[in-house]
């Protein structure tokens, strides 16, 4: 369901791949080749929410902000499935683990991983290239190539799973 907030539609990219029982509203942009899954929910109705390109945003997950403070994900950013993501800006690259929570005023480096059910507290800042883990989370160590070929791996499979998908659902839908 996609529902305008105050007359405010959200702005999602054609190419992008929204799942069955997706929930979005209000300012919420979603960019090229992203994929929102299923059972998701992103609010846009207290600040803006901005996806860039090539975002996975998996099932179940939920995405909000408070007054003035925009929950902001760069490009290639890949979100587990049920994170609660808060006003929060997500620097390129990273990707948060499952059932992580990730509260306002807090920066995740680019090319972080945020290791899963992990929380990050208000105002918490993730250097690029670590991992954390926790609660409250910490760091643990730095990336090593591998961990960012798993994390690129990660990233490529659901932008062919969005691309697969969508012609699933366009296959469902068209009348021969």
Known sequence: MIYPYKGVMPKIDESAYI???????????????????????????VAPTVIGDRVNVQDQSMLHQSPDMPLILEDDVTVGHQV????????AGALIGMGAMVM?????????????????????????????????AK????????????MARIRQSYIDKGEAYREITRGLTKDD
């Open 19 to 45: 799942a069955d029982y997706v929930t979005i509203t209000g300012d919420v942009k979603i960019g090229k080749s992203s994929s929102i899954w299923f059972n998701t929910v992103i609010r846009g109705d």
């Open 84 to 91: 609660l993501l808060h006003s929060a800006k997500i620097r």
């Open 104 to 136: 306002d005023d807090v920066e995740v480096g680019e090319g972080a991983f945020v290791g899963a059910g992990s929380l990050l507290p208000p105002g918490k800042s993730v250097p690029p290239n670590t991992l954390v883990m926790g609660r409250p």
């Open 139 to 150: 760091v643990v160590r730095e990336l090593t190539d591998e961990d960012q070929a798993e």
